[in-house]
Structures are given as structure tokens and as C-alpha cells.
């Protein structure tokens, strides 16, 4: 029974560790805002889990003014902006207007986000089917002095 046990528990930290989803961190001297690391909590087959998103705006960048998330397929999002959840890495939050339209989160910043920022973005309460194949969301930014949209990559949260 010990060591059914100590086997389940090495068997969970490592699961814990290995799939946590996160980047590899990249330089803080980039131009390019890019997303830093993903991770889903809890990381079991529950179907309501919590999908957080690190965002790293690199000091030779420009200010971001939006962030725009299209959600995946797979997953059902309320549609309370409560919700959602901006914070800095200090855990200070951000003061960001949130709208949901469909698939789409925007993340409007009234003080664009400064250059040297990291700040996670928090989707609580995703409901997502326990067997499932994976959810991809696409994220893109509006940088200051421009309306275009430029991608900054995709976010992947495994089904277990």
C-alpha cells in the first residue's frame, strides 16, 4: 500500500511539472510582445478549470492599447466579465475594459501597457468537455500608434 502510494505521489509531481504548458521564457531585449506561458488549473480531468495566459511585453517594444483572444471551439466561456482577470506580476491589477463578443475577448487598456511588463491574464470558470481534443486560443495586440492586429501566437491547454 506505501508504495502504491509514494509511486501515485511522484507520478503526480511530475505530471504537475512536466505539463504545466509553460514557454520557455525569451529574451527581455525582444520587439515583439509574445505570450510567455500558459498553464490550466486544476490539472485533472475536471470539466470547469481556470486557463491563465502570461503576457511579456519586452522593454524595445511599443505599448499595447488591446489584447484580442478568440476562444476555441471546445470550451464555453461566461459571459461575465467578472470572470476575467488582469493582473501585473506583483499581482497588482491592471485597469483593463473587458468585452466578450462570441468567441472573442477584448482587453481594452485605458493606460496602454508599458514596455518591461509581464502580466497574466486569468479566464476563470471555463467549462471545457473531459474528453476533448486540445484548446487552442489565438492571441493577438493593438501597440500604440497603430489599429492593425498583429498576432502574437497561439496558447495550447491539454485535455487529460
Known amino acids: 500500500m506505501k508504495k502504491t502510494l509514494i509511486y501515485s505521489a511522484a507520478l503526480a509531481i511530475t505530471t504537475l511539472l512536466l505539463s504545466s504548458n509553460y514557454a520557455s521564457a525569451r529574451n527581455n531585449n525582444g520587439s515583439v510582445t509574445h ?6 488549473f486544476p490539472l485533472t480531468r ?3 478549470v481556470r486557463h491563465t ?3 511579456h511585453v ?6 499595447l492599447t488591446e ?3 478568440n476562444i476555441p471551439d471546445n470550451i464555453t466561456l461566461s459571459n461575465d466579465i467578472k470572470n476575467i482577470d488582469v ?4 499581482e497588482h491589477k491592471i485597469n483593463t475594459n473587458v468585452s466578450i463578443n462570441g468567441r472573442t475577448i477584448l482587453l481594452a487598456f ?3 501597457v508599458a514596455p518591461n511588463t509581464k502580466f497574466y491574464i486569468e479566464l476563470k470558470n471555463v467549462k471545457r468537455p473531459t474528453i476533448s481534443r486540445n484548446s487552442i486560443y489565438h492571441l493577438s ?6 489599429d492593425a492586429e498583429i498576432t502574437i501566437g497561439v496558447a495550447q491547454f491539454h485535455t487529460y
Open 35 to 40: 505570450i510567455d506561458g500558459n498553464v490550466q
Open 46 to 48: 475536471w470539466q470547469i
Open 53 to 55: 495566459f502570461r503576457i
Open 58 to 63: 519586452p522593454k524595445n517594444s511599443k505599448a
Open 67 to 69: 489584447l484580442i483572444i
Open 87 to 90: 493582473v501585473d506580476e506583483k
Open 110 to 112: 485605458p493606460e496602454a
Open 141 to 146: 495586440v493593438k501597440i500604440v500608434g497603430s
